[in-house]
């Protein structure tokens, strides 16, 4: 169950901003793209935000996130749902540490829906789906998978196995059918889309570009995501994630006072 906007005080209502997909160039510090299947992994700090596009349509973009200063506080799937009485994420919502804290909020979505709660791709999935293409024979074409995409970032980092937690999966949507399965909504995506991640904390991202695990794909084709980088600020008193919920309240202000 998501939260309804039309269910917040009139003056939350009121402090919702106009749906935006502009920045100003001059505060643009990075742009990128990363291909189909690639992964990467970085640290955006406090006041800055990360827009991923889907460039053709077909993205999925699994990721972590991680306190930078002490990484064993880390994205919290359970706490983020409980919290804003949601299964997805869109605007509006809260990425929750395992600290009650907010690691990134998001201010501004095109897509409607990222699922939480399918995991990222392993090898074992991509042989069956698709069958086996390694780097020996067939070098950058080869199939790679989201799992071990994080594992090789979270190397450079000092993090290992036991650091892959549930992750989301942005722009990919999950959906329970009639029988009680989840079903992946071939529909949901389209090119151009994008989501914006707004860094509440200095937070370590490691993301994976490898298809979804329900993805139905028939061959192993995945695309390429855009990644901007820019200095947004952090959440005001009006923001849209802010009033949200009144938890969202909360969780803004267990992270404020880290930094004051």
């Keep these: 169950m998501s939260t309804n906007f039309n269910t917040l005080t009139p003056l939350a ?10 920045y100003s160039p001059d505060l643009v510090l990075w742009e990128d793209t990363m ?51 949601t299964a997805h994420l869109t605007r509006g919502h809260a990425l929750y540490s395992d600290m009650g804290r907010v690691l990134c ?35 950058n074409a080869m ?7 994080f594992l090789v970032e979270l190397a450079k980092w000092g993090l290992d196995r036991r650091d892959v937690v549930a992750n989301v999966n942005f722009f990919s949507k999950a959906v329970v059918d009639e029988t009680g399965r989840l079903r992946f909504d071939t529909a949901h995506r389209e090119p151009g889309q994008h989501v914006d991640l707004r860094f509440e904390m200095n937070v370590l991202v490691v993301l994976s570009a490898a298809p979804h695990p329900l993805d139905p794909s028939t061959s192993y084709a995945p695309t390429p995501v855009g990644l901007t980088a820019w200095r947004s600020g952090t959440a005001g008193a009006d923001d849209v994630c802010r009033l949200l919920c009144p938890e969202n309240d909360r969780g803004f202000i267990n992270t404020e006072r880290g930094f004051l």
């Design 105 to 139: 909020s998001i201010p501004d979505d095109s897509c409607g829906w990222h699922d939480t709660v399918c995991g990222a791709i392993d090898s074992r999935t991509v042989r069956r789906r698709w069958g086996e293409a390694n780097y020996q024979t067939h070098r």
């Design 35 to 85: 291909p189909g299947g690639a992964h990467w992994s970085g640290v955006l700090r406090r006041g800055t935000a990360l827009r991923l596009t889907d460039v053709e349509g077909r993205a999925n973009v699994s990721a972590l996130f991680f306190n930078q200063e002490e990484k064993t506080e880390r994205y919290n799937m359970p706490d983020t749902l409980k919290a804003q009485h």
């Design 13 to 22: 209502r009121a402090a919702v901003p106009e749906h935006s997909t502009r």
């Design 143 to 149: 199939y790679r998978n989201g799992h071990d995409g």
